[in-house]
């Protein structure tokens, strides 16, 4: 295969999960802006995703969050996501939006209100059972807003405690990712607060814990692909939460604010050898004045963008120029990669498979959103319930 066929391969095999949550309703805490035809139900989230995965072609799964995302049949969600062309992906598990949860979920100074939170990630591994889902996406809201609040090492412990029993109820092939945040809505601290302390507990626990990397969750400045390639290293990395951010957790179109951060990601993707199915592909992003949909698929367009670039880095040219020390030519080379526009390609690459070389436009033109405008009336709309 010669080095473009190989690159063309990569793109076409590559996969990008959307999230239920970003076809619904949602904003700040300030305002949510409702938009016309947003789905009412987990079924309309699915006929959407479809929607994006026709016209991208590598948007194959989407992603759940329970209770958001609850419904009396999870076998037959399954069956009719698949009747669309797409497939039920990660289980995001939501341990932050009961009274309950004042004062955290899993790391709770009381052991009923932890129980009540294992329980509910345990009852998130039964749904995986039944929509044949891989992963279990965690992400806590627990910490403290005060210095001497609740004791930080044993909110460690309680934390290790319930993750071992959660741990202990996966199945075969079924797998734990830890996501870690910064901070929000906690302020003084978090208990999962940074990639450290995701990678000791996944160390504990074992080989089907890992770590997930959300690219909001960081501070300023935090050089992520760092992360990136040193999870890949200990063959921890367990998938991404793609979006993109300005200040804090901003939520934001992946690839908007920092297309070159996104671009060393990949970059670490790549040469770490993590372009394969060991790593979930996720965004996890919300529309709040933008269009949804379009919105969704410029986000797949800028991974794969990204992808394409890390692709088309000149490997041997690379590593020749670090190995003898050329400082400016190494730079070079990664820089010619990042400024190749790679538009013309990926749009061969979409012909090939007999998609629309744009997939914005043939969206559009698709006539879906009138559709659903149209149709989606009355009801409640979605959204995440805050
Ligand atoms: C909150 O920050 C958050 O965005 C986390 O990143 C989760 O992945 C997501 O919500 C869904 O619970
Ligand atoms: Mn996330």
């Not at 932050?96 to 979920?105: A, I, K, T, V």
């Not at 345990?122 to 996406?137: N, Q, V």
Request: hydrophobic content about 40%.
């Amino acid at each position: 295969m010669t080095e473009l066929a190989a690159v063309k391969a990569a793109l076409k095999t590559q996969a990008v999960e959307t999230p239920s949550w970003a076809y619904a309703n949602s904003g700040t805490r300030f305002k949510v802006f409702a938009q016309a035809g947003v789905p009412r139900n987990p079924r309309e989230k699915l006929d959407d995703a479809a929607k994006v995965h026709e016209f991208t072609g590598v948007a194959p799964t989407v992603a759940l969050h329970i209770p958001w995302d609850k419904v009396d049949d999870y076998t037959a969600l399954a069956q009719y996501a698949q009747e669309r062309g797409v497939t039920l992906g990660a289980i995001n598990s939501n341990t932050f939006q009961d009274d309950d949860y004042r004062l955290g979920s899993i790391c709770h100074p009381d052991p009923g209100v932890r129980r009540k939170a294992v329980d509910h990630l345990l009852e998130c591994i039964d749904i995986m059972d039944a929509t044949g889902s891989r992963d279990l996406k965690l992400w806590f809201a627990d910490g403290t807003n005060y210095p001497g609040q609740d004791d930080i090492r044993e909110r460690q412990d309680r934390l290790a405690e319930g993750l071992a029993e959660v741990y202990g109820r996966l199945g075969d092939g079924q797998r734990m990712l830890l996501e870690y945040k910064l901070f929000e809505p906690a302020f003084y601290s978090t208990d999962v607060p940074d990639w450290g302390t995701a990678y000791a507990h996944c160390l504990r626990l074992g080989e089907k814990a890992q770590v997930v990397v959300d690219t909001g969750h960081h501070a300023p400045g935090t050089n992520i692909e760092f992360i990136v390639a040193t999870l890949l290293r200990e063959r921890k990395l367990g998938g991404f939460d793609f979006n993109s951010r300005f200040y804090a957790d901003d939520d934001l179109m992946v690839g908007a604010a920092d297309p070159f951060q996104l671009f060393r990601i990949m970059h670490e993707v790549v040469r770490g050898g993590g372009l394969g199915p060991g790593v979930a592909f996720m965004l996890d992003q919300c529309h709040n004045i933008e269009a949804k949909i379009p919105a969704i698929i410029r986000s797949v367009m800028n991974v794969q963008e990204a992808t394409a670039k890390a692709l088309l880095v000149d490997r041997d040219a690379l590593v020749a120029a670090q190995r003898s020390g050329d400082v400016l030519e190494a730079n070079a080379v990664l820089m010619d990669a990042y400024n190749t526009d790679v538009r013309p390609l990926l749009a061969e690459v979409r012909q090939e498979v007999g998609l629309d070389p744009d997939p914005i436009a043939a969206y559009r033109r698709s006539g879906w959103a009138e559709k659903i405008a149209v149709e989606r009336v009355g009801g409640q709309q979605a959204g995440w319930g805050a």
